[in-house]
């Protein structure tokens, strides 16, 4: 069993920067790939970025292609928390941001094994 819990969101401007964290529990975190998930209201749950499973070398990174050059994933599985660094905000990204574990890897659909209860991102022109 995972649990996860985001942090970080909130009203922000145009322009600026947000950082959402993503706390999780339990001892596997270095197994399961991550990811972040955004709701719109009146809109269903699509895909942002995600991060795979720390490999011998290095990870892999996914992101949509709005977000792409203005989000940033990472994790660190000693904390085990992922990030979403998050610049150059549109008020188009305003949405529920919800993070995600899924055990070894990446799915861009809504199959993730465990969710968290999201929070709020709103970006104002």
């Known amino acids: 069993q995972v649990q996860l819990v985001e942090s970080g969101g909130g009203l922000v401007q145009a322009g600026d920067s947000l950082r959402l964290s993503c706390a999780a529990s339990g001892r596997t975190f270095s197994s399961y790939a991550m990811g972040w998930f955004r709701q719109a209201p009146g809109k269903e749950r699509e895909f942002v970025s995600a991060?795979?499973?720390?490999?011998?070398?290095?990870?892999?990174?996914y992101y949509t292609e709005s977000v792409k050059g203005r989000f940033t994933i990472s994790r660190d599985d000693v904390e085990n928390t992922v990030y979403l660094q998050m610049t150059s905000l549109k008020p188009e990204d305003t949405a529920v941001y919800y993070c995600?574990?899924?055990?070894?890897?990446?799915?861009?659909?809504?199959?993730?094994?465990?969710w968290g209860q999201g929070t709020q991102v709103t970006v104002s022109s």
């Open positions: 991060i795979s499973v720390e490999g011998t070398t290095t990870t892999t990174t």
């Open positions: 995600a574990a899924r055990k070894l890897t990446v799915s861009l659909l809504t199959n993730w094994d465990y």
